[in-house]
């Protein structure tokens, strides 16, 4: 691929982190991982506790969980794939703070997701949000048990 490619990803089960390697691996891009500030504890991610941390972030669409570091080396890309686990039926909170503490003008996102069980949801809408109209927004792609040929035949249909 002539583009300069960065896939980010969020995991707290390495579900989606081994997806993001699959991704890295068929793209030669590098990888950065989305690591919060404040790790997050089994407690936190009790989806089944209304006052768990994940529960408490995604009830309240201004949470910004802080993240741990960032690249200084952003504006070297062409195209950025962000990867998360679903969590109510969207992205968490904290890639709404990835994608906002960047300068996305003119680069291609492409959103790609795990989920235990639910759809993507209000995805798109959700984190499009936190950029600048100025980018080449790719739909947002549920990628479950996906193959190493499946990664393959979706990057193909990109365009990328």
Same mark, same amino acid.
């Not at 300069?4 to 699959?22: E, G």
């Not at 949470?63 to 070297?76: C, F, K, V």
């Given at each position: 691929?002539?583009? $300069? *490619?960065?896939?980010?990803?969020?995991?707290?089960?390495?579900?989606? $982190?081994?997806?993001?390697?699959?991704?890295?691996?068929? #793209? $030669? !891009?590098?990888?950065?991982?989305? &690591?919060?500030?404040?790790? %997050?504890?089994?407690?936190?991610?009790?989806? #089944?506790?209304?006052?768990?941390?994940?529960?408490?972030?995604?009830?309240?669409?201004?949470? &910004?969980?802080?993240?741990?570091? #960032?690249?200084?080396?952003?504006?070297? %890309?062409?195209?950025?794939?962000? !990867?998360?686990?679903?969590?109510?039926?969207?992205?968490? #909170?904290?890639?709404?703070?990835?994608?906002?503490? %960047?300068?996305?003008?003119? $680069?291609?996102?492409?959103?790609?997701?795990?989920?235990?069980?639910?759809?993507? !949801?209000?995805?798109?809408?959700?984190?499009?949000?936190?950029?600048?109209?100025?980018?080449?927004?790719?739909?947002?792609?549920?990628?479950? &048990?996906?193959?190493?040929?499946?990664?393959?035949?979706? *990057?193909?249909?990109?365009? *990328?």
């Amino acid at each position: 691929m002539a583009k $300069k *490619i960065l896939v980010s990803f969020f995991s707290c089960s390495n579900v989606t $982190k081994k997806l993001a390697k699959v991704i890295a691996d068929v #793209t $030669k !891009g590098d990888l950065f991982e989305i &690591r919060p500030a404040i790790p %997050y504890t089994s407690a936190d991610l009790d989806w #089944t506790d209304r006052d768990s941390r994940s529960s408490l972030e995604m009830k309240d669409h201004s949470s &910004r969980p802080e993240i741990l570091e #960032t690249l200084s080396n952003m504006a070297d %890309y062409d195209v950025v794939f962000v !990867g998360f686990p679903i969590w109510w039926y969207v992205a968490p #909170t904290i890639i709404n703070t990835f994608l906002e503490s %960047y300068d996305f003008q003119g $680069k291609t996102i492409i959103p790609f997701c795990t989920s235990g069980g639910s759809g993507v !949801g209000h995805t798109d809408e959700n984190l499009h949000v936190s950029c600048s109209d100025t980018v080449n927004w790719k739909p947002a792609k549920l990628l479950n &048990r996906a193959t190493k040929a499946d990664v393959e035949k979706w *990057i193909n249909s990109l365009g *990328i």
